[in-house]
């Protein structure tokens, strides 16, 4: 393969990736909806981390990881350490910005998206890993 054939399969992956977490986290998104959680923030960044999906429900706020891959078990296999460690500082300077600040209550959800779109949550399962 050229040079520039690699570099446009590497762009065209990379877009299909991003479309595919797109559609991931649209379809989780409706199943916390459905499930009376109001989406408050998608996509957000700080706190040296990143937050796919955070909700709140009463007093509680819910910070969900969407993983997608061919399979549930290959999905969770992609939340490392470093990476909960991360959603949790993001998450910190996230609820510090809220009125109620640290003091809510907050739980920490993963959201494991497999090649057919089957979603299967895991509560607080970032307390877990």
């Known amino acids: 393969m050229q040079p520039y054939q690699n570099a446009t399969f590497r762009s065209q992956r990379g877009k299909r990736n991003f479309l595919a977490g797109q559609a991931a986290e649209h379809s989780v998104r409706r199943i916390y909806q459905d499930r009376g959680f109001d989406l408050i923030a998608q996509r957000w960044r700080g ?28 999905a969770a296999q992609r939340v490392s350490q470093q990476q909960i460690h ?7 300077v996230f609820a ?34």
Do not use: C, P, Y
Request: charged residues 25%; without cysteine; negative net charge.
């Open 47 to 74: 706190g040296g981390g990143e937050l796919d999906l955070v909700f709140r429900k009463g007093d509680s706020l819910t910070f969900v990881e969407v993983k997608k891959s061919r399979s549930h078990e290959l």
């Open 96 to 129: 510090s910005k809220l009125e109620g600040g640290n003091l809510l209550e907050m739980q920490f959800d993963v959201a494991l998206v497999d090649g057919a779109g089957a979603v299967q949550i895991l509560e607080n399962a970032l307390m877990a890993f």
């Open 86 to 92: 991360r959603i949790f500082n993001a998450a910190s």
